[in-house]
């Protein structure tokens, strides 16, 4: 018989799944194993071995054990390193945490570390704590999300001739070819989006920039309603299908507007 290994690590929880009675079914980021999917036995009675935990975006400290890398870990203990509690009195800020949590799930397979997207989502998680929630906060998570997650659309240049972008051109964005047309490329009339020169440049400036300078900038209403149109289309159509937190999050923005 396989011996279960014992393993520690920290995570953010990305979701749960009742399982009988009294189990969960737990999915983490992980530091050390990327997506780690694991069952909790008795999480549903025993609050005290698991203290409520398994709350989405929560981040944990977990020990598991498991016979081999396929299969489901057995989540031995988890508790809390930081719960966000600044996010969760919040509505905005926690659809906002909700939203970066089920992409970063969309975007990972299991099993794959990737220490750069569990920092993402620890500096935007924390940020998010402390200061206003923007648009740009939103879509500079996402172009950050897709750099790491090798998805990231070409906006330099001209995908076809290659002329760098420059301003006062305007570009057409084709979220199939992942990657912007000058004016004279394009065929704006088949399955491009037109994208300002603006945007582009915002687009770009957010993927790489300090994140202590995000809470700066401030979007304009223009430049908030193109950025989210180009990447919320480009996300669908890379994932083939809309993701569900985002959906949600705009319903709560309309009924409270
Ligand atoms: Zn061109």
Do not use: W
């Not at 920092?119 to 950050?144: N, Y």
Request: hydrophobic letters at 40%; glycine letters at 6%.
């Amino acid at each position: 018989m396989a011996v279960r290994e014992s393993y520690k690590t920290t995570g953010f929880v990305l979701r749960t799944l009742s399982y009988g009675e009294s189990d969960l079914i737990v999915t983490f980021y992980s530091h050390d194993f990327g997506k780690l999917k694991g069952i909790a036995k008795g999480a549903k009675r025993s609050k005290k071995r698991f203290a409520n935990v398994f709350e989405p975006f929560s981040l944990t400290n977990i020990i598991f054990t498991r016979k081999s890398r396929d299969m489901l870990a057995f989540i031995e203990s988890c508790d809390i390193i930081d719960h966000y509690h600044a996010i969760r009195q919040d509505m905005e800020k926690t659809l906002i945490a909700s939203y970066f949590i089920d992409l970063t799930d969309h975007f990972s397979p299991e099993g794959k570390k990737n220490e750069k997207v569990f920092q993402l989502l620890r500096d935007f998680l924390l940020m998010l704590g402390k200061e206003k929630a923007s648009d740009a906060t939103v879509r500079f998570f996402e172009m950050r999300l897709l750099k790491l997650t090798g998805f990231e659309p070409a906006l330099e240049h001209c995908i076809v001739c290659k002329t760098p972008v420059t301003n006062g051109n305007s570009y057409y964005f084709h979220a199939g070819e992942g990657g912007i047309k000058c004016s004279a490329c394009a065929q704006p009339q088949r399955y491009e989006q037109p994208i300002s020169a603006g945007t582009v440049r915002t687009l770009l400036l957010g993927k790489d920039m300090d994140i202590e300078k995000i809470k700066l900038i401030a979007l304009t209403d223009s430049l908030a309603a193109e950025s989210r149109s180009i990447l919320i289309g480009f996300i669908a159509h890379v994932l083939g299908r809309e993701v569900k937190s985002l959906k949600v999050m705009e319903q709560v923005r309309k009924l409270c507007t």
